[in-house]
């Protein structure tokens, strides 16, 4: 299982075209693409991270972030290595800006291994496909979540969605449910910030929710980046119109991390936003950060506290086994139990 023919790739004279995300890196002999884990050799692409894992885990599902999918539950979560944006903030930067042919794989595994472990533990529900950017590793992702789903369990990718049309249409035959960031709705902030392109994220965002799948959206909020008060607005109200008001944005406490170094993200500019969201969007939380406020799923209809979350963990105090409010049956939770 050293490396495997990737998918979706064509060839261009002496290069190869990789066509899965909307880079569409031009890759000449010997070379890797954007997200150097896609090598060209002798005129073929092959993925260098086939279930080569940097992370696994039982995560609990709030974690990934998704608060309105199986609330309370556990899940398989791996991860490889790479990514196809070099955000300077990533929090995950030891794994995804590190090629694959420089990280030290511990073992590799198998579709049918993963589909064991994710087994072992009773409340586990699936696998999420999470850590660096899964789209990167479509192939691992499309063979495992294949077998989970064969198995009765569940899939879910945490994803920039920065992807391709035709692999997301394949994705979508078998993911369960989404979590992707929005970073920004400005494409001057993924140009020259993340290395990448807005309308591509907001075209993935619009098919996975007329495919209906389960999707929860997260916004990292960066001081002096993407807090400005009208190009936030303008990206809350694009989600609810195109999206729905129903759709669950986490917004997310910058810390400094990787390249970046100015402060955190204040409260007050948090909390302002997600005031602001809120008379858009039904679900809005604020994460990476004590405002219990925004941490707590509450009844848009009668505002009775339904779930309680403490860090991870979750109580139910209003809601019954079809995920609806106890007091006014207003249905919070699609996919509860
Ligand atoms: S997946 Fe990687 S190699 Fe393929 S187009 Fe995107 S960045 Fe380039």
Known sequence: MHSREAMYYETAGEKVRCLLCPHQCLIKEGGTGICHVRRHEKGKLYTDVYGKLSAINFDPIEKKPLYHYFPGSVILSIGTVGCNMHCPFCQNWQISQTPAKSFSFRDVYSAGDILQIARSKKQNIGVAYTYNEPVIWIEYVLDVARQIRGAGMK?????????????LDELLTCIDAFNIDLKSFSDDFYRNVSGARLEPVLASLKKIAQSEK??????????????????????????AGELGKETVLHLSRYHPMYKMEQEATPSDTLRKLAETAEKYLLYVYVGNIELQDYR?????????????????????????????????HKKIIRNYS
């Open 155 to 167: 899939n879910v990718m945490v994803s920039n969605g920065f992807i391709a049309p035709a692999p």
């Open 214 to 239: 389960h999707l929860e959206i997260t916004n990292l909020v960066i001081p002096g980046y993407n807090d400005k008060e009208e190009e936030f607005l303008a990206m809350v109200k694009w989600i």
């Open 296 to 328: 707590d799923t509450k009844c848009p209809n009668c505002n009775a506290v339904a779930i309680k979350r403490s860090g991870y963990h979750t109580e139910m105090k209003a809601i019954d086994e079809n995920g609806s409010c106890l007091y006014c």
